[in-house]
């Protein structure tokens, strides 16, 4: 599976946009791009998932680039609790299922 | 809905004793993920489990860990005998295939003395 890059932290203001930044630059034809989040003392959240198109639901939304090396990760509207480390993973779907591989994250922190 | 169930939620015991961590996952799912999450090393996959089957062990450390499936509902991580470096968080996780996502519970937090 391709290695993820993400900062190790990040600042951002409660109320306003969250934009996580991952880049992927080895990812394979057959790779998706998932993204969880871990809060403090709590199991691996599931966010969301894709493989070339946008993807969109009630929690974020992921913009994935056209050369599928890098993608982003949107929250809309920052709360408090969405104070975690956010981790971008790519693996393969399908017959050569991968393993989630976790990297060391982004340490978000929203702030009033 | 329930999701995925652990325990105990903390657990403390001596080196060398028996430790047992117990999982319930999200009814109807048919795959089972056992995790470690140390400071050191992050979160790594241990071993995982398709209808109740072991499928890929190769993540679990050495011959003290063992886990086990007896039926759809329930699965246990045990460590014989613990040392010290076993200290760390546990998760377990389940998904409804294996292309979908993990589902993971609340992890139970291990302190081997």
């Known amino acids: 599976d391709a290695k993820t890059t993400q900062p190790t932290s990040m600042d951002c203001a409660e109320g306003r946009a969250a934009n996580l930044p991952c880049n992927h630059s080895t990812i394979s034809g057959n790779e998706y791009v998932y993204w969880y989040r871990q809060i403090h003392s709590q199991g691996p959240q599931y966010i969301i998932h894709?493989?070339?198109n946008n993807e969109t639901n009630e929690m974020a939304s992921l913009i994935i680039t056209e050369d599928r090396k890098s993608s982003t990760l949107i929250l809309p509207h920052a709360t408090l609790r969405d104070t975690a480390v956010y981790y971008c993973i790519v693996r393969v779907e399908g017959d050569s299922w991968g393993k989630l591989q976790f990297g060391a994250g982004t340490q978000v922190v929203v702030t009033p | 809905d329930a999701g995925v169930i652990q325990s105990p939620r903390h657990e403390v015991t001596e080196m060398g004793q028996e430790v047992t961590l117990r999982c319930k996952p999200i009814?109807?799912?048919?795959?089972l993920f056992w995790y470690r999450q140390t400071m050191m090393r992050g979160l790594e996959l241990l071993i995982y489990f398709n209808n109740n089957v072991p499928i890929d062990d190769s993540g679990m450390p050495e011959d003290r860990f063992s886990a086990k499936m007896p039926n759809a509902s329930f699965s246990t991580l045990k460590i014989q005998p613990s040392e010290p470096r076993d200290s760390a968080v546990y998760f377990c996780a389940s998904s409804l295939a294996r292309s979908q996502p993990q589902h993971f519970g609340d992890g139970t937090r291990l302190s081997i003395l």
């Open positions: 894709g493989l070339k």
């Open positions: 009814s109807g799912h048919d795959y």
